[in-house]
């Protein structure tokens, strides 16, 4: 969407996440790439191996170097990845495997350098394996560029409004999860700090000012990308959280459309902070929006 010109005429972008808090972050998460590694070999039944080409070698000793890799990189940087394809009987080799990377860092720069990085390891794969390597980014992620005048309006009606209340109704049914059953609303202060998840709505923060704000809506200690997550988020109190969200966005764009200083402001802090900047989506015009997993 950031590619293709969706946000080139707004003034101004309103966001949040759902999680078992709430505040604002100004300072968004950590720069990602989304990385594809394709190696194709020579098929060959398993009785005589020899005759053939592994690509999941090629997947396996990559994974293997990648593991390597991991000591050497700041300790920020986080590295992700799941082969999603792999052969489909053990007694044939498979001429195709295919491996699905995260490369997390601070900036943009630091996952540029780590992604060539990560690339060697499985150029270095494939001649060992005497297989081929093709690879490609799915999409780019940049951390987000602070914007102090949107991170107030947002903070000032996340406080006004506020997440709901939790009644023993809500604290008995995550109970029944095997969790304590306490909410946490109570609205952070600050404006936080970098995080070490990635989201692409800080692309956006390079194009247009950006405010953006996460609501209470599960208990404490509940992890992430859970299946209690899940279920936590279909029970009243998320939905009353919704509720929350929805007043916290009208009213901070009833702020900005009403007060043209602060907007300006806004516009004012974008626009030095992003001098001499062009935007790069990293990824080619020509690339269709993948719909399914790659």
Not at 38 to 48: L, N, P, Q, R, W
């Amino acid at each position: 969407m950031a590619r293709d010109g969706a946000f080139r005429d707004l003034d101004a972008v309103l966001a949040w996440h759902p999680g078992a808090d709430s505040g604002v972050n100004n300072y968004g998460g950590s720069s990602m790439d989304s990385l594809v590694y394709e190696f194709a070999g020579k098929t060959a039944h398993g009785a005589s191996a020899h005759n053939g080409r592994s690509a999941l070698d090629g997947v396996m000793l990559m994974d293997v170097a990648a593991n390597y890799l991991r000591e050497h990189v700041p300790e920020n940087v986080r590295i992700h990845c799941v082969i999603r394809g792999g052969g489909d009987a053990p007694n044939v080799v498979p001429a195709y495997a295919k491996v699905w990377y995260y490369v997390r860092g601070k900036d943009r720069a630091q996952v540029d350098e780590i992604r060539e990085r990560l690339t060697a390891c499985a150029k270095g794969a494939a001649i060992a394996t005497e297989t081929t390597m093709k690879w490609h980014r799915i999409t780019a992620v940049y951390p987000r560029l602070p914007n102090d005048t949107m991170c107030d309006v947002v903070h000032k009606n996340l406080k006004l409004f506020g997440p709901p209340r939790a009644t023993k109704a809500d604290r008995e049914r995550v109970q029944k999860l095997n969790y304590d059953g306490e909410f946490n609303t109570t609205v952070k202060e600050g404006r936080g700090s970098q995080g070490r998840g990635s989201t692409d709505e800080d692309n956006v923060s390079w194009l247009v000012p950006l405010g953006r704000f996460q609501m209470v809506c599960y208990t404490k200690g509940t992890p992430g990308h859970h299946r209690d997550m899940a279920a936590q988020a279909l029970m009243p109190f998320a939905e009353r959280s919704i509720l929350q969200t929805a007043k916290v966005f009208a009213g901070s764009a009833i702020d900005l459309m009403q007060d043209k200083k602060k907007l300006q402001e806004a516009r004012a802090e974008f626009k030095k902070k992003t001098r001499g900047f062009k935007y790069d989506p990293l990824v080619p015009k020509r690339q269709k929006v993948p719909m399914d997993p790659p």
